[in-house]
Every structure is written in C-alpha cells, then in structure tokens.
C-alpha cells in the first residue's frame, strides 16, 4: 500500500533533483489519484462481466508496458545530454552517486 508513495519520492528526487522537489512530487502524486479511483471501478466491472479477474490482470500487464515505454525514452534522452565522462567540476556528482 505504501511503495507508490515511497518510490514516487524518491524517483522524483532522483530524476528531477531538489529545486522544484514540492512542485514535481506535487504533481506525480496528483496522477495516482485518479488512478486510485478508477482502477479498483474498472476491476469491479471487469470482475461482473466476466466472473474472475484474469482479464484485470492482463490490463494491468498492458498498462505497465505502455508506462515503461516513455520511460525508457526519456532515461536514452537523459543519458545522450548529460554529459558522461565531461569534466563538469562535480556538478550533480554527488546524486549520482546516492543512487548508482
């Protein structure tokens, strides 16, 4: 019950860094709000319709597929602009190491 919390936080944290730490874990928390509310909706009619939820499970499977997608995407984009190996005089080495 607790990890989307938890792992949110520190995601945020580690991608977007602390200047506008409040604003982006603001609004990635806002985003499981609905999905809060909608996910257990859909199950329950699912669960109706066909008698057991092996098809809840397979929307899910779906759903996380399409949400690693735009992740992988932007952790390339990252890696090509961040500079790897330049001499930058320790700038942002220090969440670098936190989370290797």
Known sequence: FGAPSTVSAALVKKNFGE???PQNLS???????PGSLIGPTIAAGVYQQRGNYSMVY????ALVTMAFLPALI???IGRRHSGAGSNNGGEGKGKQEVWS
């Open 19 to 21: 200047k506008y730490y």
């Open 27 to 33: 609004a990635v928390v806002l985003v499981l709000i």
């Open 58 to 61: 397979l929307i899910l499977l």
């Open 74 to 76: 932007f952790k390339g």
